[in-house]
């Protein structure tokens, strides 16, 4: 890693909000698991843990962090020092900090108490989650000089994601209900980080019911090898295209 | 040296710099003044890649800053406000800044003696006073000796006797024969210091003259005079 | 082996003033099963010896004993029905019968019994043949620790592992099918049992059943069949201790129910299908302690069922409990086990003392518009069901379990 990168992780670790997410993932995470007595319900809260909280967090903390290193990022900017690399280490620095907060948090008693597929996959998903909402981050607060704005944009954008898309999704569903649209939907989820996370785990965890009508569709689509590699891949590119549009407009903002 | 040509820059609708075009070369030492918002620091930043350009060049040692940031290595830097990580300490961020660059340079640690940072290393950026950050500011500007100095509003904040010991070690880094660019309202403290002045006014250089030229040519002895002169001449 | 002595003893006893006992083999009077068959009279034994035997058709219309040693391989080229049993107090044992011609006009199987009483087949492995065992118009056969395999691929391009039609009394035990399109196919057949049997991996339904009334399945395991199991325009049925496992797929039902009434459904286990049970058109059934694990759907009702009693169950880990495509509610639920179930128990009695209700707004969401089946377990359809569960708005609020239990049954 590089210098700045790591300056960055350390000032991070030092941050009490993050010392605060990690301890409530793990607060939540070890008392669903021991409290519940089959895994499958403890997996469903974690479920939505990692569905709502971990972007939230990630990308409210990463938004509010990318603001308030305005003087950090005016120092460097001083120096000798390329701007992308500038913003590449703030980006590393953020995703690197908030997954270790969530694998201590979260993925230890998951790899503990879930069965491997189920909560491989859904450690995997989180990790992916956790780094795209970052990536949103930097393109919400590079949208805008004004901090207080750049956060209403993360929020709105989170909001869109975890909760919005999937009553249009639904309200669409039943307008077109006489349609074939299963397909169109497979399309439609790649338009969100979250849904596409879900379904991934969706087909661990609810693999009967996936297993009939519609699901199976999906199942086919997201099932197999070549699925899942489109899926990983879609959710690479959430992470690669706010991120390098962010990098493009950071390198020519004025500061 | 620093090769300015045809340079605007507009913000949205406002127009900060104006087709400014600019030598400045070795051994001088350069007064840029002007009203309050006719684009100094505008200039200042744009030199340092801060601030992108909208038209124009600037051409460090005849390479274009925008294709290269290596030019940086040779410019210290003290910003009108400094403003800093607030949880680092004094200590953090020079040790921070000398990782970075990671020169095996000579560092010029002067004014950290003559500031006497030594003793408050440990304090947050936070909870410093205005005038102690401009020390930061100013030591980290000559710690890696620049060929460049760019001091904006340099002596402001600073106590009388700070303020001394930056004016000696201006006066000392101009006998080695750097450049140095500096902004300042204080006119009086020019006089002993500069060797040309640059002249801004809304976003264009009015003039830019040697002192002497300019003492000759309004007959004054202080530049603030000389620059009084010029005004009420053209009003 | 004690069994096989009994059976052994007992028929010895009862023929063996008259009865001869004829050898087949290559270094054995007879060569040939055919020969032999003509020489035979009723009561006599064929004792086959190892070696293939290609001889095309071999009809047997003589009360004989067919008993292969060592598994003789009767060969059918995919070319002829291999045994066709027109006699009736016959027995075949003990051969290994392959290759069984492929029609689809007049089935051939690979042993096919015809209009006849008290047949005995046991302990032979079919392997490959288009019907495994054909019964038709037959009364009390016995069909028995058979392994039956093919490795069908299309529906329409292979029979059934063991089918039975129009007949009476059978006994179907011990027997294992796979690969076959149904691996039991019953029309027509009443007061049967099948019992022990193990039907994995068939290609439409691991036990297919029809107008078939009076009839009991007991201890069976139907695993991984295209479409599971189906019972259909049937009366009187008792389904007890079969597990039901790993029916997957869409259309595929652990346990398929169509016009069925008056039946009982007892201590079956229902092991990650998509859904357990599909009731069609069902009444009078009896749900009776059985259960539902990690299914997709615990159980489709549909509105066209009623008077159904589902009782002291366990609902476990399933993604929908129950779904239902309609606002009728005819049926009851009593004092079942749901672990989905959030109530309190105040009085220590064990029954929830607030009613379960055990249809979510997302299974009937699901039900009409399968499509949203995407969104399962996201915020938004959390939020729903949440909501839904409070204030039953679109849900019928007498889909309900007055009694659920706060802890499992042991079963």
Redesign the interface.
Known sequence: MNRIGKFIVLDILKNKIILVYTLILAVLSWGVFSLEDNSTKGLLTLLNVVLLTVPLVSVIFSTIYIYNSSEFIELLLSQPIRRSKIWLSLFFGLSISLLLAFLIGAGIPILVYAPLDIGGMMLLVGIFITVVFVAIAFLSSIATRDKAKGIGIAILLWMFFALLFDGLILFMSFQFADYPIEKIMVVVTAFNPIDLARILILLHLDVSAMMGYTGAIFKDFFGNQVGIIAAFTILLLWVAVPFIISLRKFRRKDL | MIEINNLSKHFSKLKVLNNVSLSCNQGECIALIGPNGCGKTTLIKCILGMVIPTEGTIKYKDILIEDTYEYRKYIGYMPQIGRYPDNMSIGQILDMIKEIRKTDMQLDDDLFYQFQLKDILFKKMRTLSGGTTQKVSATLAFLFNPEVLILDEPTAGLDPLASEILKEKIIAEKKKGKLILITSHLLSELDDLVTQIIFMQDGNVKFHKTVDELKTSTGEEKISKAIAHILKNNN | MKYKLTILLSVLVQFYSFATTYEVGHNKPFKSIKSALKNVKNGDSLLVYEGVYKEGNIVINKEIKLIGKNYPVLDGQKKFEILSVKSANTLICGFRVQHSGYATLDDPGAIKVYDSHNVTIRDNILDDNFFGIYLQYCRNCIVKNNQIQAYGIEEQQIGNGIHCWKSDSLQIIANKISGHRDGIYFEFVTNSIIWRNISTGNIRYGLHFMFSNNDSYITNVFKNNGAGVSVMFTKNVKMINNTFEEN?????YGLFLKEISDSYIFGNHFI????AIHMEGTSRIKVERNVFE????GMKIQASCMDNEVTANNF?????DISTNGSLVLNTFNGNYW?KYEGYDLDRNHIGDVPYHPLSLFSV?VE???????????????LLDKSEKMIPSLTPDNFVDNTPLMHSLGL
Do not use: C, E, H, Q
């Not at chain 3, 990690?294 to 759907?297: A, L, P, Q, R, Y």
């Open positions: 997957w797929g869409d259309a595929a990650k299908n998509t859904s990690s299914n997709g759907w476990i880990g399933n993604t929908f672990d969401i009409n518009n399968p499509p949203a089946m995407l969104l399962f377990r996201s915020f938004m359809v959390s």
